[in-house]
């Protein structure tokens, strides 16, 4: 089975039953591994809700990366993250594994991959040339995999069913908007701290209360509209009962106030 989302992230399961989860990530993000941490969390929960019982199959995250996350390994570009005690996986089940795109292709300019032929590094070859729409190298087109591949894979095929439904609507406009208030706030401290305490807190304030002025228009805009609405309705009802009152006939106080008749006899 193969789930396919919009952001191209992309969650299978194996004829084993092992659950494998592919973000394609093209931005460096401040909580990439935080949401990385949720989606498994989520298939996870998802896996224990439809067996009933705590006992789980193998979970591979995969995660491919358009930016570079470990720069203190400049010469690797598959990393294996585990989480381990005393030198020792904890949960052998659960395996993340990060591959830098770039940086492969840097070390491969550099001749360092160039005679990587690898199944990861291969494969890196393939979807480079299937994306880039570019020649696959001699090498890639001898393999049937990847010749098959190569003839039959077309990005528009891709399904339109949505990654986040599986996640509960952990869309990446919510990442973009986190990330965003991130930026900015490290942003105007980093300009507060250089420019001094005094300038930085007025900027600050500025930001604060401008951020806050817009989110405060926009909701007391709706209350204002909401309040409206309700003053103009009791405004209506009120002259539809004094009409009444008054003795004007039930046509002319519908065509005035367009209250059905059981609104009018109801005041």
């Given amino acids: 089975m193969l789930k396919h989302?919009?952001?191209g992230d992309i969650i299978s399961t194996t004829n084993a039953g092992e659950k494998v989860?592919?973000?394609?990530?093209?931005k460096k993000d401040?909580?990439?591994?935080?949401?990385v941490q949720y989606y498994l969390s989520r298939i996870i929960e998802n896996q224990v809700h439809t067996s009933e019982k705590y006992e789980l199959p193998r979970l591979y995250f995969l995660g491919l990366l358009d930016f570079e996350m470990f720069p203190e390994e400049p010469a690797e570009y598959i990393h294996h993250v585990d989480e381990t005690c005393h030198g020792k996986k904890f949960l052998p089940?659960?395996?993340?594994?990060f591959v830098e795109i770039d940086k492969f292709f840097e070390l491969e300019n550099a001749g360092t991959t160039k005679d990587d032929n690898s199944d990861a590094a291969q494969w890196l070859r393939a979807i480079k040339a299937i994306v880039k729409e570019e020649s696959a190298p001699e090498k890639i087109l001898q393999n049937e995999t990847f010749q098959k591949l190569m003839d039959s894979v077309k990005l528009i095929n891709f399904a339109e069913e949505l990654f986040n439904v599986e996640v509960k609507n952990m869309t990446d406009l919510q990442a973009e908007h986190e990330?965003?208030?991130a930026e900015g706030r490290e942003l105007g401290f980093a300009e507060g701290k250089a420019e001094g305490?005094?300038?930085?807190?007025?900027?600050?304030?500025?930001?604060?209360?401008?951020?806050?002025?817009a989110d405060g228009k926009t909701e007391g805009f709706a209350a204002g509209e909401k309040a409206e609405r309700a003053k103009a309705d009791k405004?209506?009802?009120?002259?539809a009962k004094g009409l009444r009152e008054d003795g004007v006939p039930m046509d002319v106080i519908i065509r005035r106030t367009g209250f059905s008749k059981e609104e009018i006899e109801s005041l």
């Fill in 93 to 97: 089940k659960i395996q993340k594994v």
């Fill in 5 to 7: 989302g919009v952001s």
């Fill in 235 to 239: 405004e209506k009802r009120d002259i």
């Fill in 30 to 35: 401040k909580f990439f591994k935080d949401r």
């Fill in 21 to 26: 989860l592919v973000e394609v990530q093209q």
């Fill in 197 to 213: 305490y005094a300038d930085g807190k007025t900027e600050g304030f500025a930001e604060g209360k401008a951020e806050g002025y």
């Fill in 179 to 181: 990330e965003g208030l």
